[in-house]
């Protein structure tokens, strides 16, 4: 028999779900056990006293009566202490799942996370999960899967000992049993099915749009009450109401939703209730013939009814269970491929090759002194995509050189710079330094080459110092040094705590501005003393004095080094030894300032156009 491909889908969770709790499904499937136990216990010991009474064997009645307390008070108390146990273990799961997953995001490839769209799956995944049940209301389907399996077993028994090892029949009396017996378990399965396939249709069909509607008061909600920048955009152009408008068509949508589930699933457990009404009128008077035939005991009538009514429970427990796995692995199989090392291929993890691999091609070293990088024919396009965003590049970049890229919006500028850097690998072609492929070195250690300030930089909720230095234990004097190159220091000693201070505080003070933000930035690539340094359109939020003056004070800190700057601010060129000049996705030409005014168009059009701004 085939497994379901949802099954699939949660054994792989449940076993990514065990390598961060080893407690939380043994726990979870002693309780499922216990509580059946518990039930069953019950009707046993009480069958028992019954006809202990009826016998008139008042110290026997009183002893399984004694019996039946004790069981029930210890089965009582451990399924209360399991429950205790398993609840914390989900809550200590709730958070340690959203730490595994941003774990193994630290663990990918740049280019899988820059995947259009990638992230946005993750977040969306994970925001609905936590609407709709994440993992540990999976492990509590799996939990009333086992113990709803194990009561129809038991329940299953019990029938088959009464139908055909209790008291003696008559052949019209078995007969009569057996049809009674085989058409009331086929009407409460069929029944069940039925109103589960109903489920299902009924699920699918509501659930339509709701996802976006979600996200969409999750986006709506952060915008409103999270983003600074959004809201003093809504305040500007008076958008509260289009985005309240926004917010509440998606609330609206997703409390139609609710409801809409909530009244087909009353109409549904209505429907079974009725089924299984149905099922244990028929089972009482199957139960009650047995015992008129004298089957069966006044006693064993009580524990046999008991078994009926939790198998009625039980078939539906099971098709509910099975509904709702599948609707959450639907939304979680993102999380089960995401985090299931086995479906990774090795070039999918940041460093392509293990640096504790034992093959020697990872083993080589990075050579001291001069490194000479060069591009050989290399494309590349984006993970899921099938169009290149750089073709067929030849490029190369050696140390002590000072280089500028420029080129129009969507050129391949920073594609360029994350394939130097390592972030992203070729498509096509390859990527040699001193003349060796640079996937023969250790990843992590090519990439202490490079020291870089993006566009789109991040500041972090640290210290100014750790900012800076990207490590706790850095050294002070250095780091002051740098920020008083950088212009910073007479900001930073006003600031209560100083370079101690944490970068997001409480007080004003530490509100940096946009400009400063990007000198910290700039200060955290000058401290990690790389050879190649990169400015990668860093410095928008500057005027174009400091602009200037931070690309010369760049230059001079950076002397011995390989400088490459991108930047829309055309004279920043005059600083460098040599342009590149990129359009779509291609090197178009490479020279000094003077020869490309002459021989490039697009060059010569870019420096023109903002050179009649600021020459009378």
């Known amino acids: 028999m085939k497994i379901p491909k949802y099954y699939k889908t949660g054994f792989r969770l449940l076993k990514i779900t065990n390598t961060i709790s080893k407690r939380i499904l043994p726990l979870n499937i002693l309780l499922g056990l216990t509580n059946t136990a518990f039930q ?12 202990r009474l009826i016998e008139g064997k008042y110290s026997d009645a009183t002893f399984f009566s004694a019996l039946l307390i004790i069981s029930n008070l210890l089965l009582s108390l451990i399924i209360n202490k399991l429950n205790k146990y398993a609840t914390v273990e989900a809550n200590l799961l709730f958070t340690d799942f959203k730490t595994r997953v941003r774990d193994k995001a630290l663990l990918l490839s740049y280019d899988r996370l820059s995947k259009p769209g990638f992230t946005g799956e993750i977040l969306d995944g994970e925001f609905t999960t936590e609407i709709e049940g994440g993992i540990d209301y999976l492990i509590e389907c799996f939990k009333t899967l086992l113990s709803s399996g194990f009561s129809i077993i038991v329940a299953f028994i019990m029938s088959v000992q009464m139908l055909f090892l209790r008291g003696v029949k008559s052949p019209s009396e078995q007969i009569v049993s057996i ?77 139609r939703y609710f409801a809409d ?21 028929f089972s009482v008077g199957l139960i009650f013939m047995r015992m008129l035939s004298g089957a069966i005991t006044i006693g064993a009538f009580t524990a046999y009814y008991g078994a009926f009514t939790q198998f009625s429970k039980a078939f539906p427990k099971i098709l509910q269970s099975d509904f709702d796995i ?217 005027d174009p004095v400091s602009e200037e003056k931070v690309y010369e004070d760049f230059a001079k800190m950076t002397e011995d080094k390989t400088g490459i700057f991108i930047s829309h601010r055309m004279s920043s060129c005059l600083l460098c030894d040599r342009i590149i000049v990129m359009k779509n996705g291609k090197v178009t030409d490479i020279g000094c300032h003077k020869d490309l005014l002459e021989k490039s168009k697009l060059y010569s059009k870019m420096w023109n156009a903002q050179a009649k701004y600021y020459v009378a």
């Not at 639907?330 to 034992?358: C, R």
Request: proline share 1%.
């Open 261 to 281: 589930s909530y009244n087909k699933r009353k109409k549904q457990n209505l429907a079974a209730d009725f089924c299984a009404d149905v099922y244990i009128f």
């Open 326 to 542: 599948k609707r959450i692995t639907d939304y979680m199989e993102i999380f089960a491929d995401f985090l299931d090392e086995n479906k990774q291929d090795k070039e999918d993890m940041q460093g392509y090759e293990s640096k504790n691999s034992t093959d020697d091609k990872c083993k080589k070293v990075i050579p001291d002194g001069d490194c000479n990088i060069e591009f050989h024919d290399v494309s590349y396009r984006y993970p899921g995509t099938d169009k290149n965003v750089l073709e067929h590049v030849n490029v190369s970049f050696s140390t002590g050189e000072k280089s500028a890229i420029v080129g129009l919006n969507g050129a391949g500028k920073t594609t360029l710079i994350g394939l130097l850097c390592g972030l992203y690998r070729p498509s096509e072609g390859y990527i040699t330094l001193n003349g060796v492929n640079i996937l023969e070195y250790d990843h992590d250690e090519y990439m202490k080459l490079f020291s870089c300030v993006f566009q789109d930089f991040r500041l972090f909720d640290l210290t100014v110092g750790e900012n800076i230095s990207c490590t706790e234990d850095y050294d002070r004097k250095r780091a002051l040094k740098i920020i008083n190159a950088i212009g910073l220091r007479k900001r930073i000693d006003n600031i209560s705590g100083g370079i101690e201070s944490d970068f997001i505080g409480e007080e004003e003070n530490t509100d940096f501005s946009g400009g400063e933000k990007q000198k910290l930035a700039i200060g955290r690539a000058i401290f990690r003393n790389a050879r190649f340094m990169i400015l990668d359109e860093p410095t928008s939020a500057l």
């Open 40 to 51: 069953y216990a019950g009707y046993f010991f009480l069958a028992i006293v019954i006809d």
């Open 179 to 255: 049809i009674l017996y085989i058409g009331i378990m086929v009407f409460l399965i069929l029944s069940n099915m039925l109103l589960r396939k109903k489920n299902s249709i009924n699920q699918e069909s509501s659930v339509e749009g709701h996802e976006r509607a979600e996200r969409g008061v999750g986006y709506f909600s952060n915008v409103i009450y999270g983003d600074a920048d959004a809201l003093r955009n809504i305040k500007m152009y008076d958008m509260q109401e289009l985005v309240w408008s926004k917010c509440r068509h998606f609330h609206e949508i997703t409390m």
